[in-house]
């Protein structure tokens, strides 16, 4: 996920719409069993000077995975927002090396930062009884 400013500065505009389609090699899910979809970003670009830009741009992906209260498999969209000033001199955060913006460890970051503590398989799941581990979303159980 390479966004090239050169290329950008030499068509003589100063924003290029980019999107990616990204398949992860690390885990970004620290959910357990959980697995998560191949990652769309769609963005802008913007040059804000010779040794600075700014992106922003939306990641769209979904994970699956189980129910953190009832364990029923759950499958979950997200659409992450994000916008980042990067500067060449920048010594902490975001770089921008030999004028290539990698966007990589942004989106990394982003869906990291985003989990949800509670991966729930519907906003009032009744989870399941600790008694006799029936699912109480499906039906009742007779524990007091
Ligand atoms: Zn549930
Ligand atoms: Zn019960």
Do not use: Q, W
């Not at 090239?4 to 357990?32: C, Q």
């Not at 939306?58 to 499958?75: F, H, N, P, Q, V």
């Amino acid at each position: 996920m390479l966004i090239d400013l050169k290329k950008i500065r030499a068509s003589g505009k100063e924003e290029e719409n980019f999107s990616f389609e990204y398949t992860p090699t690390e885990n970004l899910v620290g959910l357990p069993d959980a697995t998560i979809s191949l990652i769309k970003i769609n963005g802008t670009a913007y040059l804000t000077g010779r040794h600075s830009a700014y992106v922003e741009g939306e990641i769209s992906y979904s994970i699956t995975g189980s129910c953190t209260r009832c364990l029923g498999a759950t499958t979950k969209d997200f659409v992450v927002d994000f916008n980042e000033g990067l500067d060449m001199n920048n010594l902490e955060g975001y770089k921008i090396k030999n004028d290539i913006i990698d966007l990589t460890k942004i989106v990394n970051d982003r869906i990291i930062m985003n989990e949800p503590v509670n991966f729930l398989c519907r906003e009032n799941c009744k989870g399941i009884c600790v008694n006799c581990g029936v699912n109480l979303n499906e039906e009742s159980c007779k524990c007091k």
